[in-house]
């Protein structure tokens, strides 16, 4: 193995990624389609609980006229985020079986999870706004931010979710308490108002976390007049090559104590 | 060829740190059959797994220049959602191995019928390892490791995995963990005991089983 050429070995690194996202999407939600909705559903019945309890309490979104579309295109960035990040998190431990076969490594476990999370919400999103364009037509679409958001979402989420199956690995008690910690992240994360908004000690505060930046980004690309003028791309590239590299590194550093058992 | 390089394997117990191996160089050469010989919690299934690549050593490298195999007839992986063939398709992508032909050699190795296309989960036992047995012998590996060599199927069934076995072995070298004499004595020729973190090399595998049994007898 250690006499094979450099193409050699990625293209066998590439064939045992491809296997991993083909056995996970035959039985990541067991082998029924059923199971595949849950990926959709999640983020239409929270748009669906948004809307309706704004709408009673407010009468217009703070951009546009639509609570749903307002909601939706932050909750769908929010999610893009939070779904790699937690899907990539516990990438080893589903996998851990297959780290018997010695050509399988922790890192390719991560390799395949995100390659899946990719392909899925690509659909997810396809449907949710597809769908959401006969419900409340959208005047026009730039795709450029759009995209550009869910690549840092989804790359994010991925540098996130890689660094955590380390520490999640060291520590199970750092894995309970980044749970709580995370659960109302949506909150503070501009996905049901807007930063501008805000007053001016909790503006700059709110302005530290990455993901209001990725839904103000996203946003822009559904409201043609929306400027997001604290979107920092510095501020966001940076942090997410940092993250990604960081947590790819880990994974790798720790691939000795990844592949026994959990303490 | 494997070879072993100045290999550290330890783990704690209770604040106490065991060796499995300590400071341990050998070579492995093509060609050997080894036999994997010590008391119970020695390590045996370790150093197996250690040669394998699927836990790293504490300290040294192991180095391999050769294809070496997962556990003979491991089951662990198969995910019972999935049907036979699906994970056979599997196990082929993942070395690299003709799919089809994989998936063929082994509906026709392991004899499961329509069962081959029905998920996992409903199989008995004795399916399941006809069905690792066949992955295992689908693909041609310079090494083959084995933890206790298990009888599989039937009278009929076992025969034929010996055959196969046996014409793999012209080929492939093995290494083995055993209790059993016999089938030491049957597929190595040469021996490692392991006691108390530290491993003998043998080039006889007889003398490797009088070590073992003497070191028995002492303890």
């Known amino acids: ?263 | 060829m494997i070879r072993l390089d100045r290999v550290t394997k330890s783990f704690k117990l209770k604040g106490e740190t065991r060796y499995i191996a300590k400071d341990v160089s050998f070579t492995i050469p093509r060609g050997d059959s080894i036999g994997l010989l010590g008391r119970n919690g020695a390590g045996k299934s370790t150093l197996l797994r250690l040669i394998a690549g699927t836990i790293k050593p504490t300290s040294g490298r192991i180095i391999r220049r050769a294809n070496v195999s997962f556990p003979l007839g491991f089951q662990g992986s198969f995910n019972g959602s999935l049907t036979g063939e699906q994970n056979v398709r599997f196990v082929a992508r993942i070395y690299g191995h003709d799919t089809q032909e994989l998936v063929d050699y082994v509906q026709d190795f392991a004899e499961l019928g329509k069962s081959y296309q029905m998920p996992v989960k409903t199989y008995s036992s004795g399916m399941k390892a006809r069905l690792a047995f066949g992955v295992s012998m689908g693909i041609n590996f310079d090494y083959y490791l084995v933890d206790e060599i298990t009888a599989v199927g039937d009278a009929n069934f076992k025969k034929k995995c010996q055959q196969v076995f046996r014409r793999k072995l012209q080929q492939s070298d093995i290494i083995m963990v055993s209790h059993s004499n016999g089938a030491l004595k049957e597929y190595c020729t040469t021996g490692v005991v392991l006691e108390d973190g530290s491993l003998t090399y043998f080039p006889n595998i007889d003398d490797a089983i009088s070590q073992h049994n003497d070191n028995m007898a002492r303890r």
């Open chain 1, 1 to 263: 193995m250690h006499s094979e050429t450099f193409s050699n070995a990625l293209r066998r690194q590439l064939a045992i990624a491809f296997a991993l996202v083909v056995r996970e999407m035959t039985t990541r939600y067991g082998n029924k389609f059923g199971g595949y909705m849950w990926a959709v559903l999640d983020p239409v019945l929270f748009i669906a609980i948004m809307t309706s309890v704004f709408s009673a309490i407010a009468h217009v979104p703070p951009l546009g006229r639509s609570f749903t579309l307002f909601f939706a295109t932050g909750y769908a960035a929010f999610y893009m985020y939070r779904s790699t990040s937690d899907q990539v998190s516990s990438a080893v431990e589903a996998n851990r079986t297959l780290l018997n076969y010695p050509v399988v490594r922790p890192y390719d476990t991560v390799i395949g999870r995100v390659t899946l999370q990719v392909a899925t919400l690509f659909v997810v999103n396809i449907i949710l706004f597809g769908s959401l364009y006969f419900l409340v037509p959208f005047p026009s679409i730039d795709f450029g931010p759009i995209l550009l958001a869910s690549l840092i979402a989804i790359a994010l989420g991925a540098g996130v979710g890689a660094a955590n199956i380390v520490w999640f690995h060291l520590s199970s008690t750092y894995q309970q308490v980044w749970g709580i910690i995370n659960r109302p992240a949506f909150i503070v994360s501009g996905v049901f108002f807007l930063p501008e908004s805000m007053p001016p000690p909790y503006k700059e505060l709110l302005l530290w976390n990455p993901l209001v930046h990725i839904v103000g980004l996203f946003r822009k690309g559904f409201y043609p007049t929306y400027r997001a003028d604290y979107v920092s791309m510095p501020y966001l590239v940076g942090l997410t090559i940092f993250s990604i590299v960081f947590g790819l590194f880990l994974v790798w550093l720790f691939d000795a104590q990844l592949r026994e058992q959990q303490k």
